[in-house]
């Protein structure tokens, strides 16, 4: 275990009404004595008491301070906090004079990575913490506090008590075979069913989670001046990109954040997707491509006036593979494009007929937006989302190693579901971090803040 005391700003740099010094280690106490003008190992532990910051027999501020003794404190050790006013310079001062006493300056995430250490939380949970102060949108907050009020721990855990007692049966009529009985075969391919079934709703979760997690991407691509900037604005509801009836308006990519449905969604309109001699739309068009390939969701937009064009139909071979929404803009003129053309150009893809300027089409554009983008949203407040990719590739591996003992099932010789079955309990414990590695651990946190 750690023995040093940290400290750090737990409160984000800059002025606001409070800004708070945080300490935790063994001389946690005994260091934040020598600045408090109270005798902080008399104080009720976990309240706040109102006392002053003195430096050199000097008030420096008037705080709060509470004190936590370990074990009951966020990182089960000793921790102090010392709530000052907010401002730079003050928690400044305050930092630098604990690290004077004996504190040694936090680094990011070692808060919570003593907290997991010392068992206060397992590993899903402390990445859950980064997960619910990053959220951004509702939806995404209530998903990662889930995970935080430990519910996909207990999940994981329910299936590897499962596989344990499935592998302590077996292994006892491998190491007793007089006393005790083999497994009954077909118990055991129910089990491993059942688990199967778990794993892969877990799973088939990941991409609504990833999304609510790590947002969504939207690219709207298409020839100049069919009207990608004109819905990117009427998405945006106000005049974020230029519109003007000269093809190559837009060169460069305009990003726009939106909440649709509760998943924060990124529109981004480019460039219109032609040839050109033009230097500055050349590199417009390459970054419209980047953001093609990159997209989650592509709205390709037509002008419904005019008849499809060579570029179209390369724009249409560069939508292979994505998910892709067709709309037919500029409905107010007379249609020279019909849905069986598109329907041959891009495959099992839905296709809207609109109009921007009349705004027309556009609630049935929506419903079909927030359809796609959330996913079925709302239904999935309750459930269990997998929303990190670490996650998901621990499954993969448990969900492999389950299918491979399935086989084995009917006729194999035991220890080899041994084998298997230990190898998917070990994969899932990644995730609550019963057998992860050191440095894995250590990059997780790292990607916390300091403070946290
Ligand atoms: N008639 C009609 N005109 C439209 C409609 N939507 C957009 N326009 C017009 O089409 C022209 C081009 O619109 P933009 O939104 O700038 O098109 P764009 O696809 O962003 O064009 P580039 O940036 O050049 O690639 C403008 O004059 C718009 O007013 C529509 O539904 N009907
Ligand atoms: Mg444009």
Sequence with gaps: MNKDTIAAIATPLGEGGIGIVRLSG?????????????????????????GFVVLEDTRL??????????????????????????????????????????????????????????GKMDLAQAEAIVDVIRAKTATSLRVAFRVLEGHLSEKIEGIRETLLSTLSTIEASIDYPEDV???????????????????????????????????????????????????LNHLAKEEKAIVTDIPGTTRDVVEVEI????????????????????????????????????ADLVLWVLDSSEELTVEDRKIAEMLDGKDVIVILNKQDKPSKI??????????????LPLSLTEKTGLDSFMAELENRVSLGGAEAMGEVLITRVRHKNALDNALDAIKHAIGF????????????????????????????????????????????
Excluded at 187 to 192: A, I
Excluded at 270 to 291: C, F, M, N, P, Q
């Design 61 to 118: 501020d008037r705080v709060l301070w509470v004190v936590m003794p370990g074990p009951h404190s966020f990182t089960g050790e000793d921790v102090v906090e010392i709530h000052c006013h907010g401002g730079l310079k003050v928690t400044e001062l305050v930092l630098e004079a604990v690290i004077k006493s004996g504190a040694r300056l936090a680094e990011p995430g070692e808060f919570s990575k003593r907290a997991f250490l010392n």
């Design 181 to 231: 009985e083999e497994p009954d075969r077909d118990q055991l391919k129910d089990t491993l069913g059942s688990i199967t079934e778990d794993l892969n709703e877990l799973i088939r979760s990941y991409r609504k989670g990833k999304s609510l997690r790590e947002g969504y991407l939207v690219t709207i691509v298409g020839r100049p001046n069919v009207g990608k900037s004109s819905l």
């Design 26 to 50: 063994n001389e946690a106490i005994n260091i934040a004595q020598r600045i408090s003008s109270l005798s902080l190992r008399e104080l009720p532990p976990r309240r706040m008491t109102l």
């Design 338 to 351: 019909s849905a069986s053309e598109i329907e041959r150009l891009v495959e099992n893809t839905t296709i």
């Design 259 to 294: 909440n649709v449905g509760g998943v924060p969604v990124v529109f981004a309109d480019t460039a219109g997707l032609r040839e050109t001699e033009d230097k500055v739309e050349s590199i417009g068009v390459g970054k419209s491509k980047a953001y093609l390939s990159k």
């Design 409 to 452: 099932v009917p006729t194999s010789p035991l220890d080899l579901i041994a084998i298997d079955l230990r190898i998917a309990y070990s994969a899932l414990g990644e995730i609550t971090g019963h057998t992860v590695k050191e440095d894995v651990i250590d990059r997780i946190f790292s990607e916390f803040c300091i403070g946290k």
